[in-house]
């Protein structure tokens, strides 16, 4: 009777033994299969330069700045194109932009059939996002330009190729703000305007789609400085009218990103008295 016993003790054990061997293998393979925390949505956006002109010099948050999307964006054919939309380091003294200038560079890509453009292939180009920026850059994509204007509306951005689409959270702070700067402050047609965008990377707080918005509204003279960019993937406005599924504007060329948006506060028709969004807004709260 007590080997019975004894052998029925010790079947049991060899059983949880077996049991406990089978979890830990079973845990052990689970681990496996994920991956590590510290590996997760975690991409490289260092800047080819050593003083890239940042709005803020940090990301805000931590987790939607450098971290969250490289330079290339989702890549694939917008890889150059996103890599020129996150530039932070066009140099020098700005260049005076007016909207004539944009409208003859924009002249100057329609004349040059080895840039492709737009969402549809054509007798005289091929649909972009062009992967060749070369003729962009003799034309004058790359350089550190001032747009002086008056903003329309800002809108915030949704996902986009050049923030990782879908790959980060469906969250403002990931995503661009797009601003219409037009010419005078009773222009009330987008068509008549250029594009600039503010990028998720090292943005300030205070630069938000409803601030630049206050702008609109108060009619207050603007002066956008940053990195000019052509995009490629769409088309402008015909006779004053939108394209279907383009966002609006009478030129392609961008002031995009912006590293600079200063707000008029006095004198405008002279020299005027300049101050940076992010001051304007915490002096009128």
């Known amino acids: 009777m007590k080997r019975f016993c004894l052998l029925l003790l010790l079947s049991l054990g060899l059983g949880l033994v077996s049991v406990a061997q089978q979890a830990t293998h079973t845990r052990s393979h689970h681990t496996k299969t994920q991956p590590a925390a510290d590996t997760v949505a975690h991409q490289d956006f260092s800047q ?51 909207f004539d200038d944009l409208q003859k560079m924009q002249n100057q890509v329609v004349n040059d059939n080895s840039i492709d453009w737009g969402n549809k292939n054509t007798a ?16 004058g994509e790359g350089k550190l330009v001032v747009v002086n204007g008056f903003v329309l509306i800002a809108r915030q951005e949704g996902a986009e190729s050049v923030n990782c689409g879908a790959n980060v959270p469906n969250d ?17 047609n987008e068509c008549n305007g250029i594009v600039a965008e503010m990028s998720p990377h ?23 400085t940053g990195h000019l960019f052509f995009d490629s993937s769409h088309v ?12 609006k504007r009478f030129s392609l ?14 004198n405008c028709d002279g020299d005027g008295t300049w101050v940076a969004l992010s001051d304007w807004v915490q002096s009128n709260q």
């Open 253 to 266: 060329w961008e002031v995009h990103p912006i590293y600079k948006l200063e707000v008029c506060t006095g």
């Open 124 to 139: 005289t180009h091929k649909k972009g996002p062009t992967t060749d920026r070369a003729p962009l850059e003799q034309i």
């Open 172 to 188: 403002p702070l990931h995503h661009d703000i797009h601003i219409s700067i037009v010419p005078s402050a009773d222009e009330t």
């Open 48 to 98: 080819s330069c050593d003083t890239p002109s940042f709005p803020s010099q940090d990301p805000l948050p931590v987790d939607a700045g450098d971290t969250a999307c490289g330079l290339e964006g989702s890549g694939r054919a917008e890889t150059a194109q996103n890599k020129a939309k996150n530039d932070f380091c066009a140099s020098g003294d700005p260049q005076s932009t007016s």
């Open 202 to 224: 090292h943005r300030p707080a205070e630069w938000t789609a409803a601030n630049v918005n206050k702008l609109g509204k108060a009619h207050l003279p603007v002066r956008v």
């Open 236 to 247: 402008p406005c015909t006779g004053g009218q939108p394209v279907p599924s383009n966002p």
